[in-house]
């Protein structure tokens, strides 16, 4: 019984390793995530682990002394919890320890302010939470209050703090102090916003160009749509939104059915990452789609979230969920792509029928035109034209 159950733990490993890597992750979080997993394997296997049994508090406890070597193991586990969550294989996601803490009543009030007034995921609190705890914990260890912060201070936590971490990571983690410190700073908690100081070692070289998808590879993408299942139905609403409204996977699983105007073709996005809100006319092809999904496919339910899990209970489905399925529809027609190519594809369909890097911005949610600049990379001369035309 007990080999069927590691035999079931590491087929699920090597699936959510090809979803991890189809998600475009940085090389050192791939290879720290396949270290730690095949690491859980080898435990799970020694220990004989039943599979509910698995993701115990425990079990993780235990597999956490014995995986010092490896960083954020647990962080790792964690993201596989979630997959294996909304792929209906476990009830529910790994709860880690350290979270459930209770911090401070500022840095509550900061995450209750995150979710409330921001609207930020769970997701995203959760980071914060794994932050906050260990930069509360320091400043208690050196006696220093949260009114007499200086960034000095905050530059050697970070220093010890973010060692383990690839740079990805720890760029994440700054950008969640950074946040922090403003809010300490609104609130009068301390008297300079010091935010601004906290800045990562320089990186040297050309920025990257975002990826896209070439018009062969588009059609072969949609080429091999097929509509024969809910979850094909589902995922094809979902790929024209990303085509041709340019959405993130985050903005697409927050669509409710009050943002839909299917007379008027148009969507409502009322939270975008970057607290940009508009209203973006729908494409003839992607209501259709939308019309399609909610018609034949969505569960009856009282949930006014669009996207929704395709098993009982209903729930909305998470962004990782989307990036997941899309990622899946990728792969099926032999493309090494993710959901922000097609996002970056349509960046560069607007770019290419002539529209400002101006419009650009608007359409993309951007927050400010320095991210939108990134897509003058695309094509050279292409970069030349618009660099021409909307500068000199």
């Given amino acids: 019984m007990v080999h069927k159950h590691i035999t079931k733990l590491a087929k699920t490993i090597v699936d959510y390793l090809g979803w991890f890597t189809a998600a475009q992750n940085s090389e050192a979080l791939k290879k720290n995530c396949e270290q730690v997993l095949i690491a859980f394997l080898i435990f799970a296997v020694e220990h004989k682990l039943a599979w509910e049994n698995v993701f115990s508090v425990d079990t993780i406890r235990v597999f956490g002394k014995d995986c010092k070597s490896f960083p954020a193991a647990i962080e790792a586990l964690t993201g596989f ?8 294989d476990i009830p ?4 880690v320890p350290h979270k459930n803490v209770i911090l401070p009543d500022i840095y509550e009030r900061y995450l209750l302010y995150l979710h409330q007034g921001k609207a930020v995921g769970q997701v995203f609190i959760r980071s914060s939470r794994r932050v906050l705890a260990p930069l509360n914990n320091y ?24 060692k383990p971490f690839c740079n990805s990571t720890r760029t994440i983690y700054r950008g969640q102090i950074r946040k922090f410190l403003k809010y300490l700073y609104q609130e009068k908690i301390i008297k300079k916003n010091i935010a601004e100081l906290l800045v990562g070692p320089r990186t040297y070289g050309d920025r990257k160009p975002p990826k896209f998808l ?41 669509i409710t059915l009050d943002d839909i105007s299917f007379q008027l073709s148009e969507l409502t996005l009322v939270t975008r990452k970057t607290d940009n809100p508009g209203v973006l006319p729908l494409p003839e092809k992607t209501l259709k789609a939308i019309a399609l999904y909610v018609y034949k496919a969505r569960p009856k339910t009282q949930l006014r979230q669009l996207f929704l899990t395709l098993q009982k209970p209903y729930r ?10 899309i ?23 607007l770019l290419q029928t002539g529209h400002s890097i101006y419009d650009v911005k608007e359409m993309m949610g951007h927050k400010s035109i320095e991210s939108t600049q990134k897509y003058l990379h695309i094509d050279i001369e292409l970069m030349r034209k618009v660099l021409f035309d909307e500068i000199l």
């Fill in 316 to 325: 909305p489905i998470s962004s990782n969920s989307v990036t997941h399925h």
């Fill in 81 to 88: 919890s979630v997959y294996l969550h909304e792929q209906g």
């Fill in 92 to 95: 529910k996601p790994l709860e």
């Fill in 327 to 349: 990622s899946l529809a990728m792969k099926k027609a032999g493309l090494s792509a993710s959901a922000y190519w097609l996002r970056h594809s349509y960046a560069q369909n």
């Fill in 139 to 162: 400043l208690e260890e050196q006696h220093i209050n949260l009114k007499d912060l200086k960034i000095q201070h905050i530059d050697d936590f970070v220093e010890i703090f973010n």
């Fill in 214 to 254: 070439r018009p062969e590879e588009l059609k072969k993408l949609f080429g091999s749509i097929t509509l024969n299942t809910i979850s094909e139905i589902r995922t094809y609403a979902m790929l024209l939104l990303i085509y041709t409204l340019g959405l993130r996977p985050i903005e697409i699983s927050r």
